[in-house]
T-cell receptor, first 113, second 117 residues
C-alpha cells in the first residue's frame, strides 16, 4: 500500500531564504504531483513528475524526483510572502487507476517579511 | 475555458438528511474523480468515474455514499443519512484521457464544504 509522507508539516521562513520540502513514498509510484492550496480554496497543480531524475522549475519553485530513493523534493528559492500556502505532494498508485492519488498531509508554509 | 465547477460551495445538513454535491468537469475532460479532505488532512481518493461508468470506487465508504456521472449533466456525489463525521470538504477533479504515462495534470474544483449539524 502506497504511503506518502511529507516533512516538515509546518515551515516558517523569512523572505529571501531558501528551503526544501521533502516527500517520501513507501512503494513504487508511477507519478508524483505537487499541488498548492490556499486556505478555503482549491488545489492548484504545480508539477507532475514521471521519471527518475525529472526536474521541473517554475519561478521560485523547483521540483525533482528520485525514484530509487522514493523521494521528491520541492525547493523554494528566495521565498516571498506570496508563496505562503499549504503544499501537497501526491503519488499515483502503481498499477492503479489514473486518478487514484495518495496525498501527503501537506506542508503549511508561512513566509514572513 | 471554465475550470472544474462544483456546487454548492457550502452545504449545511442536519444529521439523517441527504447531501448531493455536483461537479461539472473541465470542457473536454471525460474523467471525473472525487476526493474528501478532513480538517488539517490531505485529500483522500474516493471514486473515479467516466460517463455512465464507475471505474474505481476503492475509496468509497461501503454504505451511504454513492456517485454517478450520467451521459448528460454533472457528476453527483450523494451522501445519504449524513452523520457528523461526514463534515469535510469534497473536491472534484477531472482530466482528459491521455494515459498515466503522459503526465496528465489532474485539475481540481474549488470544493464543496459540507457541515453536518
Amino acid at each position: 500500500e502506497l504511503k506518502v509522507e511529507q516533512n516538515p508539516l509546518f515551515l516558517s521562513m523569512q523572505e529571501g531564504k531558501n528551503y526544501t520540502i521533502y516527500c517520501n513514498y513507501s512503494t513504487t509510484s508511477d507519478r508524483l504531483y505537487w499541488y498548492r492550496q490556499d486556505p478555503g480554496k482549491s488545489l492548484e497543480s504545480l508539477f507532475v513528475l514521471l521519471s527518475n531524475g525529472a526536474v521541473k522549475q517554475e519561478g521560485r519553485l523547483m521540483a525533482s524526483l528520485d525514484t530509487k530513493a522514493r523521494l521528491s523534493t520541492l525547493h523554494i528559492t528566495a521565498a516571498v510572502h506570496d508563496l505562503s500556502a499549504t503544499y501537497f505532494c501526491a503519488g499515483g498508485v502503481y498499477g492503479g487507476s489514473q486518478g487514484n492519488l495518495i496525498f501527503g498531509k501537506g506542508t503549511k508554509l508561512s513566509v514572513k517579511p | 475555458n471554465a475550470g472544474v465547477m462544483q456546487n454548492p460551495r457550502h452545504l449545511v445538513r442536519r444529521r439523517g438528511q441527504e447531501a448531493r454535491l455536483r461537479c461539472s468537469p473541465m470542457k473536454g475532460h471525460s474523467h471525473v474523480y472525487w476526493y474528501r479532505q478532513l480538517p488539517e488532512e490531505g485529500l483522500k481518493f474516493m471514486v473515479y468515474l467516466q460517463k455512465e461508468n464507475i471505474i474505481d470506487e476503492s475509496g468509497m465508504p461501503k454504505e451511504r455514499f454513492s456517485a454517478e456521472f450520467p451521459k448528460e449533466g454533472p457528476s453527483i456525489l450523494r451522501i445519504q443519512q449524513v452523520v457528523r463525521g461526514d463534515s469535510a470538504a469534497y473536491f472534484c477533479a477531472s482530466s482528459p484521457w491521455e494515459g498515466k504515462s503522459s503526465g496528465n495534470t489532474i485539475y481540481f474544483g474549488e470544493g464543496s464544504w459540507l457541515t453536518v449539524v
